[in-house]
């Protein structure tokens, strides 16, 4: 079995065209240093991860006492809020000198954001000083995820 890049699941090179089986596999699979298994009671089987193993699809804005927080939906229909314990990163892409943006779901799984998703949290972004770096990124829940030094992206925004 394979996680194409783009979310899209494969058994024996075919797409897997059901949700509710996605789904179901979605539920089971666990990562184990830099590996991906399906795991069952009876059964350990070893799954191809192209990049991420879910995609964030949706995501909506709500405030609290904290202020902003982020809610993602993913593309198997997991919730997660974007807070301490499900802290977005972003990673350099080899080659385009851009960034990579994921979303932590659950026990080393993790979902990469859209680029549309990803447009709408750079409109979110702002400017803190971290450890005297000026860095851009995106608040939620109280927590300040830095994207990339400011003076980096002068001229881009």
């Given at each position: 079995?394979?996680?194409?890049?783009?979310?899209?699941w494969y058994y024996l090179a075919?797409?897997?065209?059901?949700?509710a089986l996605v789904r179901l596999f979605a539920s089971i699979l666990k990562r184990e240093g830099e590996r991906y298994f399906l795991v069952t009671p009876v059964e350990k089987c070893g799954i191809v991860v192209d990049d991420a193993p879910f995609l964030a699809v949706e995501?909506?804005?709500?405030?609290?006492?904290?202020?902003?927080v982020l809610s993602f939906r993913t593309n198997v229909d997991d919730q997660v809020t974007?807070?301490?314990?499900h802290p977005l990163r972003f990673e350099a892409e080899s080659g385009t000198g851009g960034l990579k943006p994921y979303l932590h779901v659950r026990a080393g799984l993790?979902?990469?954001?859209?680029?549309a998703l990803f447009?709408?949290?750079v409109e979110l972004g702002e400017e803190r000083e971290i450890k005297g770096v000026r860095m851009f990124g995106v608040v939620s829940a109280g927590e300040f995820f830095p994207m990339a030094p400011a003076d980096s992206l002068q001229g881009l925004r």
């Open positions: 079995m394979r996680i194409a890049g783009d979310g899209t075919s797409p897997i065209g059901r949700p995501m909506a804005i709500a405030h609290d006492e904290t202020g902003r974007c807070d301490v314990d993790w979902a990469k954001v859209t680029r447009y709408d949290l």
